[in-house]
């Protein structure tokens, strides 16, 4: 809402500063945005008197004009107007000066003759339609004063937010009454007096019928007749240029105006072109179209409110006229209507033919009902003295469902526990009563009647905000609450904590945190060969590449490795805690939620210096992260096999632990990497941490007695052909039962040239609780297993 | 000295004292002489030694063997030392041993600048006594508009552009539906704060469709405009500076009555709207105040939804953006670059 300083005058007299002004209507909850200038471009331009007129020697169109512009010497300045005379005070632009189109003026020879800037018309100032000629002001500007001030343009316009709460803010005059309460000030309403014509009767002649009271609770309208269209007064133009209305006609100006002034939307029709003697409200005709005055033809539905006259529906209620009974040049009998609609009906219908007007947009947050028929006359009045016309006698109007005033109670000692502060009555009476409230009651309890313009006081708490906005949440008492607790702790939710514990263990090793949109494109995902089954689609999204959620983490993770090798960073070694989305009946929402860990490996194991070695990152890279967490919060080594056909990962290992899948690791397809600009081998990982977490939640260190006997070790040199896998020997070493056996690891691989074999030192460890080992028996139980690992897989022993 | 056990005692101490002699010893030369005091043909342990055939046939084997233990007592101190000093010497003398060439620096990890936040802000109110909780990204209607007071063609609902998922299904626009979905399982007193990502439909210079927020809330009875001040006004001099001024606007949000917005003095130009070198502040277009927050009494209507009567509990509630606390905090100028995940930009979080 725009709000001019000099229209806020018209009605409450303040004369304070536009900052304090400012400040204040930002502090009771009216937050100003900006300050605007919205003439600041017409700064340059000055008055000037015509001194004297002549003939261009060279030219029967122009004129040779002399002007005073105060200073010791007149300019001269040719001027191509057929208006321009001797004694006019006119508006100059001087040289270097920049018109609000953009056109820079400067003195210049005009067939032969040096013009020493330009004598501006209306259109070329933007201050109204006339390019006929040039711009005559009235009265007697001082020479050489600033053209802004001659017309008394506005200087300060205050942007302020409303919120949408607050439909009484946007009008002049409802911020005025805001004003007014913050400032102490009286509020004027508008004075006028409206001069009828009694030889017309308006409700006589038109009858007004409304089929749907609920959409429509009020409909009135007056007829002015004798009208002639056009441009309306210059201070009217003026306002509305600064709060950024464009001025139309003296009809459809007087509208705008009133709207913005009282706050109230008005119509006005070409009463010559509405059929029959009966304005009807009703629902539209489903499928049916009506051409809008911007000359777009809608296509309605059921829910549309639309206003009839006899045979045709004429204006889409509430949100813009029809083109059939618009105001044009060759009108001259009006039609003026002020009603109220239902707000739900039309935001319904202003949203869905996306048509947003100044008078949708104030229908929809609630007009106020009480004040319309004030409204209808305040503009009715500004008709019949700048249209000018006659307005017939009364008003045509059906009122099917009256304003009903709301009375609350309000304690004021709940007041001030809740707002923590100590007023008295007199006070909270008084800012009531300043906000337009009907105030009665005594002692504790008021009863409090709200006015029709303020829809959002229907509660006692609603009066509570009342009395802290006014007095100033800002100067309200603070301290720390006294934060009780439950005895009984009730449920506790842990997975912020773990996913943050999993973040820490993660930069701890190095890798670094990112952070990807939760959508992707379908294409990333058909890309990724992603199945179809179980995407989340977005119904709304904002582009093809944000249009359904991530199923797997992947997508945005390679966006990141693309970003980062477009920026020459070429070493990454990245993680993200995010949830993955997957359509499940099952679910609360429809959609499964799954918290997971991606782990992303690209270029270079080490830093690229040395003494580290140059090589990059491996499969074994990978799992090691993927080890370490388990070790970590699992305390059981995973399992890890061999997957086929994942969508987007070869080779593709499973990862699972205990019986749970927890998830995948492996090299990204190189055709999909280099989709994403990537040349060498990505590694990726994608684990699921509810299932790690609830892993996790389970495990508790239990303390067991440390022990008390030196370990023996024994290495054991295994040959096994190379696609036996490791797991395999582990599994015959670990399922022998062995009880002395406390850890065995793979110590080094050797690959003989020669042969297609592999050759693994395994070293055991072995300790026994009660006693020192003896080497001998330690002998027989590597022989024991060296056997035992013959018997069972195609091994040998050097 | 004829008896063993005096001989005994000698050779002991006598391990001391050259224990001492080859804690002072600084180099190889000081070890010779050391060696010819003790270990020589005159050396010490040879005097003792010469006094054992003067014994007791019975007494001379443990005299010898003490004698002999004492003497491979005294080498291996002698050639440990002797190992040290070498070791000591090759680093100084071999000259490629070069202190200033890198080590091996294992890899300095990053917490995302979001995540950093989100770190600072929950232990600021974990410490205030707020348990911390978690729930759904895709939300249904009735938890991210209807039972927050915002009924279905609520013109405040246009405050927030949606992303649908389906009519009745969205992206959450805020985490102010942890308020009810905690408030449904609690009984007051609840204290709680909601971090996590939110989404808009809206994307520009200074939106993103995704960003993070938290959702703070407090009820019990008896709580006042005055708790939510206090605690606000902690939290901002907490987390971004003890010196930092906050000022409450009254404002409207449909789930909170009277409801605020929280701007803080702007930490750029320290709230004089200008820098020192007199250029304009950007971050507050010279006003001197950054808007940081939302928050307010929780509405009664909220109560209702959950089963609180609004007559005995009262509460408050507030939303902040993460994203506008860290670009306060570290003073990062594009809010894209969070998503963008430039490893210049992560960096700098390690």
Redo the contacts between chains.
Sequence with gaps: MLLSLSWLRDFTPYEGSVDDLAHRL????L?VEEIVRPFDHLSDLVAGRVVERKAHPGADKLSLCTVDIGGSENLDIVCGAPNVAAGQYVAVALDGTTLPGGQVIGNTQIRGVLSQGMICSEAELELGPDSSGIMVLSGTPAPGSRLDHALGLERNVLDIGV????PDCLSVFGLAREVAAIFNLPLNKPVFSLQEDTSRDCPAELEIVIDDPDGCPLYQARLISGCTIKPSPDWMRYRLLSVGVRPINNIVDTTNYVMFELGHPLHAFDYSLLKGSRIRVARATPGSRFTTLDNEERKLNEGDLLIWDDQKPVALAGVMGGANTEISEHSTDVLLECAVFD??SI??TARRLGLHSESSFRF??GVDQAGAPFALNRAAQLMSEYGPGQVAKGVAFSEPKPHVPVSINFRRSRAN????LDVDLDYCRQIFSSLGCEVDGEDDLLRVTAPSFRPDLT?E??L??EI??IYG??R??????K????LHQ????R???FE?SI??W??????????????TGMSDLDLLNIPAQGR???????SED?DV?RLHLIPGILQ?LR??LG?G?SR???FEVA?S?EQDSGS????R?NTRLALLLHGPRH?G????AEEDTDFYDLKGLAEHLLERFAKFPGKFVMFDNHPYLEPCVMCSLLDYKLGFLGRVRPQMARAYKARKEVWFADLDLDQLQNIHSDILPVFQSLPKYPVVKRDMNVIAPLELKYALIREVVDQAGISILEDVSLVDIYYPQDKPEKKLTLRFTYRHQERTLQDHEVDQVQQELAELLTQKLPVGFP | MNSVLEINSSLKSLVHEFETRMDQASSLRDLEEARVAFLGRKGKLAKIMSAIPGLDSSERPLAGKTANQVKTELTRLLEDKKNELERLAAFRLDPRFDPSLPGRIPDMGSIHPVTRVIQDICSIFTGLGFDIVTGPEVETDFYNFEALNLPPGHPARDMQDTLYITESLVLRTHTSPMQIRTMEKRTPPVAAIAPGKVYRRDSDLTHTPMFHQIEGFLVDEQVSMADLRGTLTAFAQRIFDPGVKVRFRPSFFPFTEPSAEVDISCVMCEGRGRHRDDISCRVCKETGWVEVLGCGMIDPEVFLQVGYDPEKYTGFAFGLGVERVAMLKYGINDLRMFFENDLKFLNQFA
Aim: cysteine-free; hydrophobic content about 35%.
């Design positions: 930002t502090m009771v909850g937050e919120t949408p709460n607050r707000s739900l935001r319904r929809e947050r526990s809740l707002l923590a509660r708490v609603d509570f905000e802290g906005r949440l800002d309200t008492p603070e301290h720390l609450p934060v009780q607790k439950s009730e449920e506790v939710d997975k912020h904590a943050d973040k820490q993660a930069r701890g090793l190095g890798l670094q945190e990112v952070i990807n949109y939760s959508f989340v689609r977005v119904f709304n999204p904002l944000q959620l990141t970003n980062n920026q960073n990454l070694r990245l949830r989305f609360e929402t429809g959609v939620e830093r210096h040395w003494p580290f």
